[in-house]
């Protein structure tokens, strides 16, 4: 991709934070570049990298790769929907979708809001080289839940989809009046698969109060689905979740898993200035 393209799809009217000084960063050029002169160049695979000394995750390509395949099979479709049908009662400009993964909300959102701005943030390189092979429109950037690239004050929503929170973080660049869209699982969320490796059942009672302690919620509402499945999608529905990062999955594990639950709480909040 040409570096022109890759720097037309971010906003240069934002104002970006740079993650090694904390200090605001421009687009100069082909870099994200702040008055310390520390400076981020645009990548010709379509992206910013903007982690220092960065390490490989275990969310590997193969991971997304097998979650594209389940998305594509519109298994989320109906949290999907869910998100639009909140964000068309908000008036937002940039939506920051912080642990993003191959982009599969954004770039569908992007056809929905063609108009705002949609940003993908993750701390794994095969997630955000394999999000921007699939989307040509939306701004991607490998960076940090600890210092994330946006200035103070500066996002209308945060999404934050089965992934770790940083309150501290989302209360700074969130604008007063913005919102969090926080996505967590229930204890149906892909039980079938829970049920085959684990004994215990999950619950999401330390989520729910840390989110208390942050940010006033505004609403709840849990959207499930429960789906019939054929081979290859049980096989990726196994590949795709880190319940199985350190199982053996075998044949029989494939073949025995025929039904899946998608059951996912949506919590809208405003975090706490």
């Keep these: 991709m040409k570096i022109e393209n890759v720097i037309k799809k971010f906003n240069s009217n934002i104002i970006y934070n740079c993650p090694k000084c904390y200090n605001d960063m421009y687009i100069e050029n082909n870099s994200l570049k702040c008055s310390l002169n520390h400076t981020y160049d645009f990548s010709k695979k379509g992206y910013v990298h903007l982690i220092n000394n960065y390490k490989s995750s275990k969310y590997d390509y193969k991971l997304f790769e097998a979650r594209d395949f389940i998305f594509y099979k519109n298994f989320y479709n109906h949290i999907y929907l869910e998100i639009v049908k909140i964000l068309s009662g908000h008036n937002f400009d940039i939506l920051v979708d912080v642990g993003c993964g191959e982009g599969y909300y954004i770039r569908n959102l992007k056809e929905y809001f063609g108009y705002k701005y949609f940003f993908g943030i993750d701390n794994s390189k095969d997630a955000i080289e394999f999000a921007v092979k699939k989307d040509k429109k939306n701004p991607y950037m490998l960076a940090n839940l600890s210092n994330l690239p946006f200035a103070s004050n500066s996002v209308d929503v945060v999404l934050n989809i089965l992934t770790p ?97 998608v059951e996912l709480e949506i919590i809208v909040a405003k975090v706490m200035k």
Excluded at 167 to 191: H, M, S, V
Excluded at 216 to 225: M, V, Y
């Design 165 to 261: 929170a940083n309150y501290k973080e989302f209360t700074r660049i969130i604008k007063k009046g913005g919102l969090l869209i926080k996505i967590i699982p229930t204890k149906n969320y892909l039980r079938e698969i829970r049920e085959k490796f684990y004994e215990q059942e999950y619950s999401n009672d330390d989520t729910l109060i840390l989110l208390e302690k942050n940010c006033q919620i505004l609403s709840r509402n849990t959207i499930t689905k429960t789906f019939t499945i054929n081979e290859e999608e049980a096989k990726n529905f196994l590949e795709m979740t880190p319940l199985t990062f350190s199982k053996n999955i075998k044949l029989e594990d494939i073949n025995s898993l025929q039904k899946i639950t």
